[in-house]
């Protein structure tokens, strides 16, 4: 499974994004889609993942400010994010996990900054 993310840029404190992870295969052949992230210095953590059957799961950090979606028509992943902090700042990368293999998207770089 090939993943290509899109959508990260510049925004200001309190803005909003979204990013768009678009898989190569059909969304219905992949067990859980989510995004993760890597801010400078750190370890990559998930930030939001949606199952096959749509089961959408948070982390805390992300809960009531990140809500991610698909459209399975498009073979698409998007995580809008509002209320945007600078300890948001990342490189966002996008997963899929199928049956024992975890794929990744290159990931896109989100800068919260006034």
């Known amino acids: 499974v090939q993943l290509q993310a899109s959508g990260g840029g510049l925004v200001q404190p309190g803005g909003s994004l979204r990013l768009s992870c678009t898989a190569s295969?059909?969304?219905?052949?992949?067990?859980?889609m989510g995004w993760y992230r890597q801010a400078p210095g750190k370890e990559r953590e998930a930030v939001a993942r949606i199952t096959v059957g749509g089961v959408k799961e948070y982390l805390n950090f992300a809960q009531g400010r990140f809500t991610i979606s698909r459209d399975v028509a498009k073979n698409t992943v998007y995580l809008q994010m509002d209320f945007l902090k600078s300890e948001d700042t990342a490189v966002y990368y996008c997963?899929?996990?199928?049956?024992?293999?975890?794929?990744w998207g290159q990931g896109t770089l989100v800068t919260v900054s006034s």
């Open positions: 295969e059909s969304i219905w052949s992949i067990n859980v």
């Open positions: 997963n899929a996990e199928r049956e024992d293999m975890n794929y």
